[in-house]
């Protein structure tokens, strides 16, 4: 990059971070990075402008990198055009990956502004001005056999309670773990694991088994396994890691579906919003039952009941049926209505439609410790016009 240019660009870029570049300028400070081949280049120009320009410092990469992937997939041309490798971000040097994720936010944001700008009324009118919304978190409550409820969230880590025989622990990290302190328990009890609207945890149960909860959902379960099967009920969306007992199987109740485990690794979404229920292997082997139908899935395969049958997909997007547990909300030709079912549980959030519901599909992914605003401009070029009232309703219109 040649003195001149680079002299130009770290002017446009100050301009935009100072909120006094013009249509005309943002526009060009694009064409530079679609023009400049060499990501060194830029790498050097960030480096040295975040040494004189404190503007910089408030950039967090590790919240932003989906969103920035979002933005920048939906250029014309993709990144690899603009000779950035948005994929090879993470094996950079902290502070090239750091250089990196500024600038590629910086360029992003300016294409977003000039893509939408014409839009821009449209989309967002608020009826008034309104705080950002947090993304959820490790937040659940625990009833107990006999109905007494705990906050999980904020109870102190350590033991909880006993039930039977089984000691209740409350572990770091938004996890919860249950340790039987006898072979043989005198009694059975059940407890329920429940996240609210906004909320996830963890749950480890009495076999080893692991057990991931997303928002809005439960999970209910006896505090020692005996006989010859456990057996679990869920609501909702939940991830399970199965310690195989071929003598002693695990299944799943969720709705009228029955999955046994053969395996290892599943997912299952039973939202009473969503219209099936979905199961998808990850690794090992289970078993899909409703009524009369029986279905065995294969690793990379997923069953999706609804109306007494079961379709088999034989190639299922594991990725994206796993975004939830790994931190990022991922759509794949997904309408509005999905998106915003999964932004209703995550940001606590009520969604109402005025008219019919906007066409138009979703692709990409987002990050889940996003503010709702940061998501909302992430989806900011299909040119929704929405209002967000009292901080918890969105209202969508035509």
């Not at 000779?83 to 910086?106: T, Y």
């Not at 109306?307 to 796993?322: C, N, R, T, V």
Request: negative net charge.
């Amino acid at each position: 990059m040649i003195r001149e240019t680079k002299e130009r660009v770290q002017f446009l870029l100050i301009q935009y971070l100072e909120g006094k570049a013009s249509p005309g300028e943002l526009e060009r400070l694009s064409q530079y990075l679609t023009e400049e081949p060499e990501e060194e280049a830029w790498m050097e120009l960030l480096e040295e402008l975040m040494i004189t320009e404190p503007a910089l410092s408030g950039y967090d990469p590790v919240a932003w990198q989906p969103f920035i992937e979002e933005l920048m997939q939906k250029n014309a041309g993709g990144a690899s055009s603009r000779g950035v490798a948005v994929h090879r971000i993470h094996f950079l040097q902290r502070s090239r990956w750091w250089a990196a994720a500024a600038i590629l936010l910086l360029v992003g944001g300016t294409w977003w502004w000039t893509r939408t700008k014409q839009s821009t009324q449209d989309f967002s009118k608020q009826e008034a001005p309104v705080k950002d919304l947090l993304p959820g978190g490790n937040r659940a409550i625990l009833t107990l056999a006999g109905g007494k409820q705990i906050i999980l969230d904020s109870a102190a880590n350590g033991l909880l309670t006993q039930q039977g025989n089984t000691q209740v622990q409350k572990l770091a990290n938004g996890r919860l773990a249950y340790q039987s302190i006898h072979e043989k328990p005198t009694e059975i009890l059940y407890n329920t694991l429940s996240t609210p609207r906004g909320g996830q945890y963890q749950l480890t149960l009495p076999d080893g088994s692991r057990v991931w909860l997303n928002a809005a959902s439960s999970v209910t379960y006896p505090t020692a396994f005996t006989g010859t099967e456990r057996t679990v009920k869920i609501t909702g969306e939940a991830y399970f890691e199965v310690v195989h007992n071929s003598h002693q199987p695990f299944r799943v109740q969720a709705g009228d579906q029955l999955i046994e485990d053969i395996g290892t690794g599943f997912n299952v979404n039973a939202y009473a919003d969503e219209p099936g229920v979905k199961t998808t292997l990850v690794e090992g082997k289970v078993k899909v039952s409703k009524g009369t139908v029986v279905r065995v899935l294969s690793p990379g395969q997923q069953a999706q009941s609804r109306d007494g049958s079961i379709e088999m997909i034989p190639h299922a997007d594991i990725e994206q049926a796993l975004a939830w547990k790994n931190g990022v909300f991922a759509f794949q030709d997904a309408d509005l209505s999905t998106v915003m079912r999964q932004l209703a549980r995550w940001y606590d959030i009520d969604v109402e439609y005025e008219g019919p519901v906007p066409t138009g599909h979703f692709d990409g992914e987002i990050g889940r410790s996003l503010t709702l605003n940061q998501v909302l401009q992430g989806l900011a070029n299909t040119r929704i016009n929405y209002t967000i009232i009292n901080n918890h309703k969105i209202i969508i219109r035509p």
